[in-house]
Structure formats: structure tokens, C-alpha cells
């Protein structure tokens, strides 16, 4: 994480003398050669990901149902959207170089959300509504949620890492339902001994729906009001985004009936925006928490939200990291939220880069192989 810190350091010593850009409801263009960048690579970026478009069909529910049929009893109980075709965004010091496809159409993001998840628990710790990510997230929840012995252990940073392994039932979704293991049935996994919390990640959308209902009971009122009023304002975003749950995941909030939205598109549900949106929200933290003169998430979460797990070397605070070199051409310090279908928000510090993705297969590498290319950071 050191390293991190003195690459964002460096990048900052780099603009004494300049005013860093940040985007107003229009977002500037610049050419890729007033800023370094070889067009010819960006271009052939463009062609890979238009070529390898995300095999899923345009129908996403006829995609989920076929993606998840194994799953026992599984079924759609939250919103879902025909989806675009590629299309992407490549931000080289705050102005946009490159970009393809339709970027303001308004698409499902997937499991992308679970980023947006996070920095909601950013900013509740930010204005310590969350005391400690250490704390038992039983001391902050009213029901019996946490009750179990096993429960009870369960932290904030547990859920964040995704190694809870809690054990329940939220919104009729049982945790072994969700990815269950292909040998031995549901008869062997509902059994099983739990594992300690913090020692197994496991990606498991009903414990990051229980993140989302838990931080619910923190903020005491409906998720997509605080991300809209204490972020997507702020970085100005635009009115076309959407968050949303369960069709029975409501419950009464102070007299008030109030959804708690999931932490992605499994079962239906997420957030649902453009790849512009996206990529303001890529830029906010390429900017360390930063838009303009306003600190909108402290870059002490962000240091938190993206340092290695001690379960999963390559995952922090439901963000992916290249700490693996899973990307071997890209530096280790970028991060991404990634969702099912192709869709990426990645950043990247050390070289002033935000890569939005939207419907790209298995070869998103490739795609990033060419950006870096561009850079001269890679020799082919």
C-alpha cells in the first residue's frame, strides 16, 4: 500500500503548476497525441472490444436464467433491462481520449455495484455512523440478523471482504443458494461446518444484500438517496441512474416503507448507468476522494477500501486489485469494480487513466494490452 501512496504522491507533485480538470455536465475531449497518447493503439483498442462483445443475450433475463439455472430455486425477483452493445470511455488526465459505442445509455451494471456498495460505507464511516470496520455489525443492526453464535463475530470488514461467511436467509434468498458448490448438492452445503469470519472469500450476493440492508439500518433512510446526495450531485452526475432491490425487499424505516436495494444483478436489481456516470465516479477516485475543491470520500477509506485482503490477495473493500498482476501489462496498484456481462470501471493513479468497459468478454486484457500500449508502457 506504500507504494500506492508514493505513486498518488508523485502524481500530485506533477500537478503543482496545474489545476487538475474535472469534468462540469460537459465532459472536454482532447486529442490522444496532446496528451502522449498513440491514437493508432486507442484505436485498436476500440476494434478488440467492439470484436469480443460479451456473449450474454441482449435479453438479460433470458441470460440470468440461463447463467444461474443450477442454482436451487433460483429465480428474478428484481429489475432488470435489455442491455446495449460495447461501449467504453478512455479518460487520460480528466479529459475523455477515446470513447466508443452508445455512453449515455443507461445499463445494468451487475455485481459493478458492489463498488458503489462500499463507498456507501465509505462515507458512513467518514461521518463515523461506522465507529470502526472492526466493530460487530450486530451493534448497529436492530433485528436478529447477527444473533447466531457465528453471526454475532461478523463485522463491517468481514462483509466488505466478502468473508463473512454468514449464515442466513434475506429477502427468501438463502446464503447457500447463491454460487453453490458443484459437488456434493445442497444437502452437503447446508450442513457444512462455518468457517471462522476473515479466513475464506467467498462471492456471495445475499451477504453483500446484507451489507446493503445493514448500512440501511445505519443511514435510516433509502441507499440511492445517499449516494445521490453525498456523491452522484456532487461529481455531477447525471438524473438517469438507478438503484434498486428486491420486489419484497421492503421494510419499514421509521414509519416509512423503504427498499433495501442488492449489491448487484443476480437475482435482478443494482444499479442501473451509463458508462458516463461510471466513469465520473472512476475519475472521483483516480482523484484520491477528490472533485475540485471538495472532499467528497476521505482518501483514508479509499487507502482502506483498496488494500489486499488477508483471505484474497486481489480483493479489498468489494474492489478488485491487480496486487496478482491478474493484468501482467498494468501496474499492480490499479483497482476495478468489475460486474457480470463485461462490465469494468478501472482505475489507474500512477497513470492519470480511468477505462470504462461496457459488454466485453473474456479479452478485456487484450483491450487494456492496446490503452497500454498507447502509454508506451508496454514493449510488444
Known amino acids: 500500500m506504500k507504494i500506492v501512496m508514493i505513486a498518488f504522491v508523485l502524481f500530485q507533485f506533477s500537478l503543482i503548476g496545474q489545476k487538475a480538470y474535472f469534468p462540469d455536465e460537459t465532459w472536454l ?32 433475463r433470458i441470460a440470468l436464467l440461463k447463467s444461474y439455472a443450477r442454482e436451487p430455486g433460483y429465480k428474478i425477483i428484481g429489475p432488470t433491462k435489455q442491455r446495449g452493445g460495447p461501449a467504453g470511455l478512455i479518460i487520460k488526465n480528466g479529459y475523455i481520449v477515446s470513447q466508443w459505442g452508445d455512453i449515455d445509455r443507461v445499463d445494468m451494471t451487475f455485481s459493478a455495484t458492489k463498488s458503489f ?3 456507501v ?4 464511516y467518514d461521518r463515523k455512523l461506522i465507529r470502526s470496520v472492526k466493530d460487530p455489525v450486530k451493534k448497529y443492526v436492530w433485528d436478529d440478523s447477527f444473533e447466531s453464535q457465528h453471526n454475532a463475530k461478523v463485522t463491517w470488514e468481514h462483509l466488505l471482504h ?28 447446508s450442513r457444512r461446518k462455518l468457517e471462522e469470519p476473515g479466513q475464506i472469500n467467498e462471492y456471495n450476493d445475499v451477504r453483500v444484500n446484507l451489507l ?7 443511514w435510516r433512510k433509502p441507499l440511492p438517496s445517499v449516494l445521490k446526495e453525498h456523491l452522484m450531485d456532487p461529481i455531477k452526475a447525471s438524473t438517469t441512474w438507478r438503484w434498486y432491490g428486491y420486489d419484497n425487499a421492503f421494510i419499514n424505516m421509521d ?7 442488492s449489491g448487484g444483478g443476480h437475482h435482478g436489481g443494482g444499479i442501473f448507468m451509463s458508462t458516463t456516470d461510471m466513469a465520473r465516479f472512476g475519475l472521483l477516485f483516480l482523484r484520491n476522494g477528490k472533485w475540485n475543491d471538495q472532499q467528497i470520500i476521505s482518501d483514508t477509506w479509499i487507502n482502506m477500501a483498496t488494500e489486499p485482503s488477508t483471505a484474497l490477495k486481489d480483493y479489498g473493500y468489494l474492489w478488485w486489485l491487480n496486487s496478482t498482476k491478474k493484468w501482467k501489462n498494468i501496474p499492480n496498484n490499479v483497482f476495478w469494480a468489475a460486474g457480470y456481462g463485461g462490465n469494468y ?24 494490452d492496446q490503452v497500454y500500449l498507447s502509454l508506451g508502457a508496454v514493449k510488444k
Open 29 to 60: 475531449n482532447k486529442k490522444p497525441e496532446e496528451l502522449g497518447l498513440n491514437k493508432m493503439r486507442l484505436d485498436s483498442a476500440i476494434i478488440v472490444a467492439n470484436l469480443n462483445e460479451d456473449a450474454s443475450e441482449k435479453d438479460l
Open 117 to 119: 456498495l462500499s463507498t
Open 121 to 124: 460505507a465509505g462515507l458512513a
Open 162 to 189: 466478502q468473508t463473512s461467511d454468514w449464515s442466513g436467509t434475506l429477502f427468501g434468498l438463502n446464503d447457500w443458494a447463491d454460487r453453490p458448490p458443484r459437488v456434493g448438492g445442497i444437502d452437503e452445503w
Open 212 to 218: 446493503a440492508y445493514s448500512l440501511l439500518n445505519v
Open 255 to 261: 414509519g416509512v416503507m423503504v427498499q433495501s436495494v
Open 345 to 368: 470501471i478501472i482505475v489507474d493513479r500512477e497513470n492519470d487513466l480511468v477505462i470504462v468497459l461496457r459488454w466485453v468478454n473474456n479479452k478485456v486484457e487484450d483491450v487494456l
